[in-house]
């Protein structure tokens, strides 16, 4: 869609995208701009074109093969964008963030989550931590690594600290400006917590340092994990430390009643899908 009117193309989608967004960036090279460039790719349907599924004949799994052709396209897309800005000489006043929404559905698209647990959908470490990246020249270090956990509500509270911009206080925002963090090297970390809810299912989950309490169904008691022994959340420590779950359990309770309800219908996941098929 351009303009809310369908486009006819005969390029692979994902490329069609990144032509897009060179041709807006060539645009408004002189203008303040915001370019929001959501990659359809890597995600089902699994299509990529023959000549970039080739590249990747030596992986046997098909499914595994088309997903890395798919990724391939992605990643070749970023560059040319990230040259272009550098081609423009604009790269130095331009922040750029790249991530995931969340972590790969393994049985759907031979995506890969190891040794993390879970995948996309799961409040395990498998669903929800990705791949976050940064550029910002002159600003961020080149290739320094931050370790401390961080949000993708971090980029609307960096770029609004970056433009100088103010919330309003009666809407404070939920992310942190990052750049105190990664530039400067400020002590402790963005986030005193990380937080988690998923509504339909009641599922949960709140980090606090390394430890971790989770729930991936309303009725379930919640597991306890340190993410600093266990990566892969195997080892449930909420019979050997019932003190911090109750701490951790009270502290999700009290973020959980300052949200309002979902603004979706009334209905379960597995009914919305139902619903539309009819």
Same mark, same amino acid.
């Given at each position: ?6 486009? !006819? ?18 645009? !408004?090279?002189? $203008? ?7 990659? $359809? ?33 992605? +990643? ?12 423009? !000489? ?74 100088? *911009?103010?919330?309003?206080? +009666? ?12 530039? +400067? ?33 309303? +009725?379930?008691?919640?597991? *306890? ?32 009643? !300052? *949200? ?19």
């Amino acid at each position: 869609m351009r303009n809310r009117e369908p486009v !006819q193309t005969t390029r692979y989608l994902t490329e069609e995208f990144t032509h897009e967004a060179l041709d807006f960036v060539r645009r !408004q090279k002189n $203008n303040r701009f915001f370019l929001y460039l959501a990659y $359809n790719a890597p995600h089902t349907p699994m299509q990529a074109p023959e000549e970039e599924i080739a590249k990747f004949a030596h992986i046997p799994n098909e499914k595994r093969r088309t997903y890395a052709a798919m990724l391939s396209v992605v +990643d070749r897309g970023v560059g040319q964008l990230l040259d272009l800005l550098d081609e423009l !000489q604009i790269a130095d006043n331009t922040l750029v963030f790249f991530l995931s929404d969340n972590g790969g559905p393994t049985a759907d698209n031979g995506s890969r989550n190891a040794p993390l647990r879970g995948a996309k959908g799961s409040p395990f470490e498998g669903g929800f931590r990705v791949p976050f990246a940064a550029r910002w020249p002159g600003v961020f270090p080149a290739g320094a690594t931050y370790e401390k956990p961080v949000s993708s509500l971090d980029i609307f509270a960096t770029i609004a600290a970056a433009n100088q *911009l103010v919330a309003r206080t +009666d809407r404070p925002l939920d992310g942190v400006d990052l750049v105190p963090f990664v530039r +400067d090297g400020r002590e402790g970390a963005p986030h005193p917590r990380i937080y988690l809810r998923n509504f339909d299912r009641g599922a949960f989950a709140i980090r606090e340092g390394d430890h971790k309490l989770v729930r991936t169904e309303k +009725d379930q008691a919640p597991m *306890l994990f340190n993410l600093g022994a266990d990566i892969s959340e195997r080892r449930d420590l909420a019979a050997a430390e019932p003190e911090r779950v109750q701490t951790l359990l009270g502290t999700y309770e009290t973020w959980n009643a !300052q *949200l309002i309800e979902p603004a979706f219908p009334g209905l379960p996941r597995s009914e919305w899908n139902a619903k539309d098929a009819k």
